[in-house]
């Protein structure tokens, strides 16, 4: 019997979540409290009531004694803000062969989508650390479907077993993949964008500077979401946003340590981005920042330093809004509003490149 509590949990749990955020707003905003204003911004009340009733269940970050437990949190809260899986979509799991191992993957596909087009390699965010193909499932069919675009969703291997640049190496690999069978992935290899969130916004922004540098077919766009650009520095909106709003300091320490525990190595611009020689020539990049999130100075820092070296740029935040907005579509109206503005420009980015 406990293991089947155990199990029903999240269910519940989600459940809950849900009738909560159905009631009539003034109840909503009863429950959420006074709005927060800071730094000229106000949180959206879906931020604000997700946030309290996180609060009320005692969670408090992202990290975890060990990295076991944070996957596991993660789990568990992607079961609780899961909903039935968005309709219109054709998934089918890949394995992506690289010198270090087989990377699970999945290739979702809008269903009325027969001809050749561009691709999405996306990484999914977590601090390298957490995340998997699970966490960012609802998010991908979301893209796929509203894009009208195929995406490759991959799976890289995660600290602290595999530190830096162990990911990176993958993300690397997953993006060699996608350009040498693009015709098998229903693409061209000069139609082949990356994207991610956090640090898979990190990791595909990295792809894009290798691939650049190196003189190699260079992805036609790169999709930012709130990216970790810097491990170096300290920026206002850590100082701001690091306590309350989703992702803590104390989280965004952790996974650094998990990740690259070599502290003077984090100046690589292979993690660090913001901090490369020369941006020059870099893909096309849409860069969005959440207005309640510790990683939001670093991620408008790129977007300005990509747009100073002559990239093209749409940079674009979301001030009411706090980290991870995007795997939380199910639960708030406000998260899904976002995400349909970000794949409509994802789609005129691809028009303007005529991929």
């Known amino acids: 019997m406990p293991n ?3 199990a029903l949990q999240p269910t519940l749990e989600g ?3 849900r009738a909560v955020f159905a009631l009539p707003q003034p109840i909503r905003r009863l429950i959420a409290g006074a709005p927060i204003r800071i730094d000229g911004q106000e949180l959206a009340l879906d931020a604000q009531l997700l946030l309290k009733l996180q609060r009320l269940t005692g969670q408090t970050g992202l990290a975890a004694s ?3 437990k944070a996957r596991a949190g993660m789990a568990h809260a992607t079961k609780i803000t899961s909903a039935a899986p968005l309709g219109g979509v054709v998934v089918a799991e890949r394995t992506i062969p690289t010198d270090n191992g087989d990377l ?3 290739l979702y596909r809008p269903q009325d989508l027969t001809e ?4 999405l390699v996306y990484y999914h965010g977590g601090g390298w650390v957490i995340g998997d193909l699970d966490s960012h499932d609802d998010l991908c069919r979301f893209l796929a479907r509203h894009t009208g675009i195929r995406v490759l969703s991959v799976d890289y291997r995660l600290a602290p077993e595999y530190p830096f640049p162990a990911a990176l190496d993958d993300a690397l690999a997953a993006y060699h ?3 040498n069978n693009a015709a098998d992935l229903g693409s061209s290899s000069d139609a082949i964008a990356v994207g991610g969130d956090s640090a898979g916004g990190n990791l595909a922004a990295a792809v894009s500077l290798q691939t650049t540098r190196s003189g190699e077919q260079k992805p036609v766009l790169q999709v930012l979401l709130y990216p970790a650009v810097d491990a170096t520095r300290r920026r206002r909106s850590r100082e701001l946003f690091g306590n309350g709003f989703l ?6 320490t952790w996974f650094m340590d998990q990740y690259s525990p070599v502290e003077s190595e984090r100046g690589d611009p292979r993690l660090s981005v913001l901090l490369a020689d020369d941006l020059t020539e870099l893909p096309t990049a849409y860069v969005v920042t959440s207005g309640f999130d510790p990683l939001r100075d670093e991620g408008e820092a790129y977007a300005k330093a990509l747009s100073d070296a002559g990239v093209p740029v749409v940079a674009r935040r979301f001030p009411d809004l706090i980290h991870g907005f995007a795997n939380i579509r199910p639960v708030g109206q406000r998260f899904e509003e976002a995400l349909f503005e970000i794949v409509g420009t994802v789609r005129a980015a691809l028009d303007l490149h005529k991929v």
């Open 4 to 6: 089947v509590i155990e």
């Open 15 to 17: 459940a809950a979540m």
């Open 66 to 68: 060990t990295a076991e």
């Open 104 to 106: 699970p993957a999945r």
């Open 116 to 119: 050749t087009g561009p691709l």
């Open 177 to 179: 993949y996608a350009v």
């Open 247 to 252: 992702l803590t300091d104390h989280d965004m």
